[in-house]
């Protein structure tokens, strides 16, 4: 199932039956193993590969990820999309403990961080901004490089974001359910 304009913010969820016990269509799965895609302004996360999804799990994240995006005139603001992704990352992860993180931030499934795949959203009024990356982890500090990243961005109302909620819990309902 497609959800939304992929040149604007779409997710891509489906369930792949032959990754769940013997593939029998009348099998009643416990767990759902799957694919699911997040496309920013036609760019697909995660890129070329396809990550197995426990759709149990990642869909109902996604669904409570969306509805909390936080309202912040500062970050959503910053026009620089490379600044703006790096002033969410560090709102997430504070370059130093002395400040509070905000997980309210991330968009991605577990299983994106899991690969190095940010996906970041900050609302103001009734505007959401969608920032991607894939970064690279620098084990020497404990913290991705945050240089030279490529950033992908979207802007969509808050009505194409209900939208895309409602139809994705329903979706939810219909096959995890």
Partial sequence: M?????????????NV??????GDVNSNFIWHNGILII??????????????ITLNCAVGE????LKCIPINHKLFNIGNTE???VGLYNSV????????ENLNYIISPQEFLDKNIYIFAVKENDVVRFLGAKLKYNYNSSRHLLRNIEVHETYVDGLYLENMIEEISQ???KYLK
């Fill in 17 to 22: 039956r032959e990754w769940n016990g013997n």
């Fill in 2 to 14: 497609i959800v939304g304009d992929p040149y604007k913010l779409s997710v891509v969820i489906q």
């Fill in 171 to 173: 979706w939810e309902a």
């Fill in 93 to 100: 992860y504070p370059p130093n403990d002395s400040k509070k």
């Fill in 39 to 52: 496309i920013i302004d036609g760019m697909i996360f995660p890129d070329l590969s396809i990550i197995n």
């Fill in 62 to 65: 996604l669904i409570q990820n």
């Fill in 83 to 85: 600044t703006a992704f």
